[in-house]
């Protein structure tokens, strides 16, 4: 799903407001749904507003919603899924099962992790009243909604022996991602999601558990499943960023009836604008830290002003800025780069003249700046990139990003430091020279299933 919409992007110009365009959206109806479910589940005007106010907050949703990835768009799907849900709870509705699916159908789709929603969705029902709906066909009907959605990847899958759980199995053995403790990973929650905002979750939970929320109980146990399975596979931080929302809406009713009795009996109303204006300052202080709108220079020393470091989740990755934003600098740079050695080469070396790129990020960047410099597109034996193969490359000439000199030289006949990438604010991993390695001694065709490089 997530090629369908990088298409559809490229196709309106490829331009960073165009990228950004879709992903803001996603970021946006969660909001709107967060707002619709806390008056799904009983929030008057003032529970609605603050549950829209505290998710648009969120540091971890200002970050993910400012790029295109994946993770923009798995909030929206669990949490569509969860306004199904909670209607089927209020209404006795159980056609609705078929929406439910489909929506958990298409989540898949945009990423693998919500087969956790769903087991989480399963456990909730088998731990709750909404056992009867076992009684009935719709439910079933909601899952093989979901299965029939999800079926062209799982085949694709199939075909390709499983690659997402190949590239899993590499990272763990790798020890590629930061590996938290329980209580680390906790306190990380409240952190992505705002200090302040941890009472309002933790009371949206409540609510759904033990409070005036009960009818909603299969909402907290899906965040309970959630919690207990990432704990388990010890998931990255921000696996369960997602199933907040729906906390946040719960909070926000258990608050509103709160403050409904203070008003009713001391007759004031500055407590509700004093609980939305605080959590509005708070928001609005900490949200240049995960919004792109300052310069590298000022966003280092706001960071050092706030003392606070966004959680890192790969082991490797280091820079001056976090990796949300190192991961957004030097690429237009780099392809500079390669191209001034691309049209340094002679005019018959190159014709033949191939781009070997370390991964995808540097594939993808040739790709998408490369054309207007004149350059060839990249190839790569990173993720995806491995499947397209070597695109005709007779590996002649290969301008060569991310490997060291000593290991092309086992494998080539020349190798030249032909120019070298460095930017101030990029990835560390991103900066290092790049080399032409000529006389690739085993032809690339041949040599191609040893360059895959999954992780």
């Known amino acids: ?242 199933a907040y929302p729906m906390l946040l809406a719960g909070g926000a009713v258990a608050i509103e009836e709160w403050l409904e009795g203070w008003v009713a009996t001391r007759g004031r109303l500055w407590p509700k604008a004093a609980v939305a204006g605080v959590i509005a300052a708070a928001g609005i202080l900490f949200a240049p830290m995960m919004l792109p709108i300052l310069p590298p220079e000022r966003y280092v020393a706001y960071q050092k002003a706030l003392e606070m470091q966004p959680g890192k989740t790969e082991v490797e990755h280091v820079g001056p800025l976090p990796q949300l934003f190192g991961d957004q600098f030097g690429w237009p740079e780099m392809v500079e780069e390669v191209a001034r050695i691309y049209d340094a080469l002679p005019a018959e070396e190159r014709a033949k003249a191939c781009i070997f790129a370390g991964n995808y990020g540097e594939a993808g960047a040739v790709n998408l700046f490369g054309p207007r410099h004149g350059l060839p597109a990249a190839i790569s034996g990173h993720q995806t990139h491995f499947f397209w193969g070597p695109r005709g490359c007779t590996g002649e000439v290969l301008i060569v990003l991310q490997r060291s000199r000593e290991g092309l030289e086992r494998v080539c006949a020349s190798v030249e430091e032909a120019g070298r990438h460095e930017h101030p604010w990029g990835m560390a991993e991103e900066n290092g020279p790049i080399h032409v390695c000529r006389g690739l001694k085993t032809p690339l065709s041949e040599m191609w299933p040893r360059v895959k490089h999954w992780n």
């Open 1 to 242: 799903l997530i090629g369908l919409v990088a298409k559809a992007a490229l196709l309106l110009g490829g331009s960073l407001p165009a990228l950004r365009f879709f992903p803001a959206v996603a970021g946006a109806a969660v909001v709107a749904l967060t707002i619709l479910l806390a008056r799904g589940i009983g929030g008057g005007r003032y529970a609605q507003s603050l549950a829209g106010l505290a998710v648009l907050i969120v540091p971890i949703y200002l970050g993910i919603d400012s790029i295109l990835s994946m993770n923009a768009f798995e909030p929206l799907f669990w949490m569509g899924a969860v306004y199904v849900l909670a209607r089927i709870l209020r209404t006795g509705n159980s056609r609705l099962w078929i929406a439910f699916g489909a929506l958990v159908g298409l989540g898949l789709e945009n990423k693998h992790s919500t087969i956790f929603f769903g087991f989480a969705a399963a456990v909730a029902v088998l731990a709750t009243p909404l056992r009867r709906e076992l009684r009935k066909p719709w439910i079933c009907l909601g899952a093989a909604a979901a299965l029939l959605l999800f079926l062209p990847n799982l085949v694709w899958q199939a075909q390709h022996g499983f690659p997402t759980l190949e590239d899993l199995r590499n990272v763990r053995e790798m020890g590629k991602n930061v590996v938290l403790d329980p209580i680390s990973f906790l306190v990380q929650q409240i952190l992505m999601m705002h200090p302040i905002l941890f009472p309002v979750w933790i009371l949206g939970l409540r609510f759904f558990l033990m409070g005036g929320g009960k009818t909603y109980r299969a909402l907290g146990w899906i965040y309970l499943a959630l919690l207990a399975v990432f704990l388990a596979l010890h998931g990255k931080f921000y696996y369960l960023a997602p």
